[in-house]
């Protein structure tokens, strides 16, 4: 299985701060990586694919970027409305596997 | 646009079954997509259970593939999730989701239902 790897676990931020979220995969993945938000008691929602491509509706503040084994989420302007866990995952192979999350927490 | 809704039990006592169904509407489960289920014990972070395509082809997590089966209805346009030998550390949000295969960049869960929460206790 390919192991998935965030950091930091969590961050306290502020609204209008720029906010960089790592996830390292095991073994190289090229560009097969997509994000997730998930605001607690919903389901996640799907923001980024090919690790920098951001899906219909995803306001440009975020951003992807990476390749290989090291990937970022970046978010440019943190809105009160970011303030949730995000997830990566591999879509490289099976199993699919996530990385156990990233907290933005209000600062 | 596509919407799922997960049902089924919320209560299953140990070394029971867990059983649930998620409805596919505004599409078809015969469309080109794989049909996931994941899930996420209280406080952690999201495990992915399986997939099935709508030929009924599966691929499973192999930590659960012991004890992990689903199916497909394409003529109730629902999949479902059955999960045997089930103990505390089953307790979860259990969420269906669709996964597409974005080319060149794999497949990723591009749609989600609303999750729903089932207890393993006696």
Same mark, same amino acid.
């Given at each position: 299985d390919i192991q998935m790897t965030q950091s930091p676990s969590s961050v306290s931020a502020s609204v209008g701060d720029r906010v960089t979220i790592t996830c390292r995969a095991s073994? /190289? +993945?090229? $560009?097969?990586l997509a994000w997730y938000q998930q605001k607690p008691g919903k389901a996640p929602k799907f923001l980024i694919y090919g690790a920098s491509s951001l899906q219909s509706g995803v306001p440009s503040r975020f951003s992807g970027s990476g390749s290989g084994t090291d990937f970022t989420l970046t978010i440019s302007s943190l809105q009160p409305e970011d303030f949730a866990t995000y997830y990566c995952q591999q879509t490289n192979s099976l199993p699919r596997t996530f990385g156990q999350g990233t907290k933005v927490e209000i600062k | 646009q596509v919407q799922l809704q997960e049902s089924g039990p919320g209560l299953v006592k140990p070394s029971g079954t867990l059983s649930l169904t998620c409805a596919v509407s /505004? /599409? #078809? +489960? $015969? #469309?080109r997509n794989w049909w996931t289920w994941v899930r996420q014990p209280p406080g952690k972070g999201l495990e992915w259970i399986g997939e099935i395509y709508h030929s009924g082809n599966t691929n499973y997590n192999p930590s659960l593939k012991s004890r992990v089966t689903m199916s497909v209805d394409n003529s109730k346009n629902q999949f479902s999730l059955k999960l045997s030998s089930v103990t505390a550390a089953d307790t979860a949000v259990y969420y269906c989701a669709r996964s597409v295969y974005i080319t060149i960049f794999g497949v990723v869960m591009d749609v989600w239902g609303q999750g729903t929460t089932v207890t393993v206790s006696s």
């Open positions: 073994q /190289g +993945i090229r $560009s097969w | /505004g /599409g #078809s +489960i $015969s #469309s």
